[in-house]
């Protein structure tokens, strides 16, 4: 047979796979058109302007006098001994850098923090007390230009907080980690005239400066470089592309409908495949005891017995010595195996129903 037929059908199956492939493509295609028509893309917006800053803040560690080290002060990044410190001088810098002039307020302070932390039985540090003590108060500017600088100077009296948190160990008895932290604040509002209110931007600074040790070491504790891009805002729902969304969803219905046809189709050649593989695979296992025949006999003048297994046939076949006839009822779904003896046929059926493993879902 079908040697032909076989590579009709696998043909057929590969092209369906192929169709099935391109549907599963173009189907991702709307679903991103979908998702790309209602997502809110800050990037689609106009640029209305860029600005980058930069922070720094730096100190000395001013010393008592002593026999020991001949300089007033030590620089940064240095090991420390509490006992010879007498202050420490904090400078501070911002520079801010619009690409267009904005008309912006903006508001500094400066803070130090005691605090005491006390470490817990399962090594879990909580902060048992703090207390802020303002070394700059809040003040606020107003203006209208591309660049904003602030550049302050501070003195931290380091012996104050010290005394400050060994009277707060002595008086509740506890042994805490106590430091006090230095920081810069500073908040930018402002935008131009064609988009107000449209920049938000808040820098802190910090020094973590540890107390209660016979030695300390100064933590830094910023970022001291950033850049941002400001965009248009979208009205509401302009981030909403109307036909866009229409199309994809459209789109996507027509390839689940194709999707659902064209699966089908390749389960039911799948299963013509199996099957003519099976019928391919009988003929020419047995191709000297079977026969090809055209035509149908006339089975009304038979008593017909059904055969469930080919095997079964065969073996009825080498008990009688007669040949099998195959018959192909519907081409590429349903062949007839028959042996006539007498007044008995016996057939054995094959069809591409019997592969139900291959059934729809």
């Not at 092209?15 to 189907?27: D, G, N, P």
Request: hydrophobic letters at 35%; aromatic letters at 12%.
């Amino acid at each position: 047979m079908k040697q032909k037929n076989e590579n009709k059908i696998i043909l057929k199956q590969w092209v369906q796979v192929f169709i099935l492939l391109l549907i599963l493509a173009t189907m991702a295609f709307a679903i991103w058109l979908i998702v790309r028509s209602v997502s809110q893309d800050e990037a689609q917006g106009k640029e209305l302007y860029n600005y980058d800053y930069n922070s720094n803040i730096s100190y000395k560690v001013y010393l008592k006098k002593n026999q020991f080290f001949t300089n007033s002060y030590l620089g940064m990044n240095k090991q420390y001994i509490t006992s010879l410190i007498d202050r420490i001088e904090v400078d501070t810098k911002y520079n801010f850098q619009s690409s267009k002039d904005l008309d912006y307020t903006y508001s500094y302070d400066l803070v130090a923090t005691a605090k005491g932390t006390y470490s817990e039985s399962d090594s879990k540090s909580v902060e048992v007390w703090s207390k802020a003590y303002t070394i700059l108060p809040n003040e606020t500017k107003s203006g209208t230009g591309k660049t904003i600088s602030v550049n302050k100077t501070v003195t931290i009296d380091y012996n104050k907080y010290n005394e400050i948190m060994t009277d707060f160990r002595n008086e509740f008895g506890l042994s805490v980690d106590a430091r006090v932290d230095v920081s810069f604040k500073i908040n930018i509002t402002g935008g131009t005239k064609e988009a107000e209110n449209t920049l938000q931007e808040s820098n802190v600074m910090t020094l973590q400066i540890p107390l209660l040790k016979p030695t300390i070491e100064i933590k830094p504790d910023y970022v001291n470089h950033g850049s941002e891009t400001v965009y248009e805002t979208p009205e509401d729902n302009s981030d909403l592309n109307i036909p866009l969304l229409i199309f994809g969803i459209a789109l996507l219905i027509l390839t689940l409908i194709l999707f659902k046809i064209f699966a089908g189709k390749l389960l039911t050649t799948t299963k013509k495949s199996e099957y003519v593989l099976k019928l391919n695979k009988i003929l020419k296992e047995y191709g000297d005891i079977i026969a090809e025949a055209d035509n149908m006999p006339d089975l009304t003048k038979y008593d017909l017995v059904n055969i469930k297994q080919f095997n079964d046939l065969v073996d009825i076949e080498e008990e009688l010595h007669s040949p099998i006839i195959c018959n192909e009822i519907r081409e590429d779904l349903e062949s007839w195996f028959l042996i006539f003896h007498n007044d008995t046929a016996y057939r054995f059926i094959l069809k591409y129903e019997d592969f139900s493993h291959l059934r729809r879902q």
